[in-house]
């Protein structure tokens, strides 16, 4: 039985790193996307209105507003923030940088309205600004809707915590026409700097890729799905089609479920890493904060189903606990002479370990770590493993995290 399970792990590494969609490879990459793209008629480029949900953001703003305030964008674009209900002076702050860089005519701050029943809080936010933008849901009606902005072609939802690079709307909408996106979205640098971030990050990363391949989600034959809701690029009719944020309303997960929706309307989808243009500036100096994002979405993710909780910690134990596992025991019963049958286990963690090295390389190296961050995964396999039970229990026992509670 022992070797059964040993080869099993070996044989579902091997499975990932021989799968056709090659999930672990890191690919593709948004900067590699060629610009080529000429403007419509008369030179106009289409006009664009960036959504910033923002609840107690005051630390970031100063660092990310500049930067969509100051698109080298050649088109129309209009920045709508919503400081949702903060308790920090995220307005204030949002306002003070508009009118200091002489920017005020691009960017809009709307209070956030108390939350309806049955919407998740970011995604109201989101639906506020769209109203703002004369993009909002059938049959929602808004206080400011009759001062809304002209009817933008594009959406682009982007976090707080999210900076830009000077280009990066250019980059995003010009790959859109080019290529007739419905959706365009790019899955932000995270930071990695911390001991816990580079532990945890470049893992988030990985698993992210290989439960939504992302050459799958961008090829229309396949019904796999994906966005990063970090860096939505949103065509105004494909939102309008699935009927506006209401038909997210109570998502936790709602770049996931965006996506699902959006694809099945129009299968001209995209997804790829950011490289340098989009980052997110969100810190995890310690494993609280990013315990805690974790554990928001993980059970969500799973349904809420007990089975299926139960064949992800089997499944996790399989990839991260029995190779290492595997290799010790394997190596205590040679030195007590056990013969053929410890060498035969040491050899199977041994090949384990080695394809999930094999495997994992391309993301230590997308984050520029030293190559001895391959032999981490095990552990960080294991505290997401610990993190998911404690997302099922904390739903079991009613006590949820919403959005932007730490």
Known sequence: MLLVLGAASVLVWLGILLHPARAWDFRPVGEDEPTDFEAGPAGRWPSVCVLVPARNEAEVLPHTLPALLQQDYPGQLTVVLVDDRSHDASGQIARQTGQRLSASHRLIILPGAPLPPGWVGKVWALEQAAA????????????????????????????????????????????????????????????????????????????????????????????????AGGCVLLAAAGLEKIGGFASLKGDIIDDLNLARRVKRMSPAVRLSLSRTEVSSLRVYDTLSPIWTMVRRTAFTELNHSALRLLGTLVGLGLLFVLPPVWCVVGLAMALGGAGAIALLLSLEGGAALGLSAIVYWPAVRFFELPRRWVWTLPLAGSVYGAMTVDSALRYWTGRRVGWRDT
Request: glycine share 4%; proline share 9%; hydrophobic share 45%.
């Open 132 to 227: 703002a933008c004369g993009l909002a849901s059938p049959g929602i009606v808004h206080p400011r809707q009759r001062d809304c902005l002209p009817r933008p072609q594009y959406v682009l939802l982007t976090d707080a915590d999210i900076r830009h690079a000077p280009r990066s709307v250019w980059r995003l909408v010009a790959e859109s026409e080019r290529k007739q996106l419905a959706l365009n979205s790019r899955m932000a640098r995270l930071r990695c700097v911390s001991g816990a971030e580079c532990l945890l990050i470049p893992p988030f990363v990985f698993f992210f890729s290989l439960l939504y391949p992302m050459r799958w989600v961008n090829n229309p034959r396949r019904r796999v799905a994906a966005a």
